[in-house]
């Protein structure tokens, strides 16, 4: 299976006012995965060619681990295979100042059934 990763991500705020402005600037921090369950393509899906993009906002905590995952958009069967991978997810935390702090990610996830494979973007 082929799996590329790319993401979106944004500092989470802990308290109003206490990210400093040069953290609020659109950007991508470098998260860096340590661990990645593949999404599994549900064969009743693949059955009957649900295919497409899954949208997922993560709230990873200070620790890398998902402490939220939110459907943005796609199918409800292929969503809930791309939370059950991501929930075993885990990054390394992300440190803002030294600080590990939580972040808020987007991910991507595209199921096509001709090559029974889903590919996180």
């Not at 802990?14 to 990645?36: F, H, I, W």
């Not at 549900?42 to 709230?59: F, M, N, S, W």
Request: include cysteine.
């Amino acid at each position: 299976m082929l799996v590329l990763c790319v993401s979106v991500a944004q500092v989470a705020v802990e308290e109003p006012g206490a990210m400093p402005a040069s953290a609020q600037t659109p950007g991508t921090p470098n998260l860096k995965l340590r661990r990645m369950v593949e999404p599994i393509y549900p064969p009743e899906a693949q059955r009957d060619g649900i295919r497409g993009t899954v949208v997922v906002e993560v709230l990873i905590d200070q620790q890398g681990v998902p402490l939220a995952i939110h459907t943005v958009r796609g199918d409800s069967i292929l969503a809930e295979a791309v939370s059950r991978a991501v929930q075993q997810w885990r990054w390394e935390p992300y440190r803002l100042k030294r600080k590990a702090v939580a972040v808020e990610m987007t991910l991507a996830v595209n199921f096509d059934p001709a090559s029974h494979t889903a590919a996180v973007f």
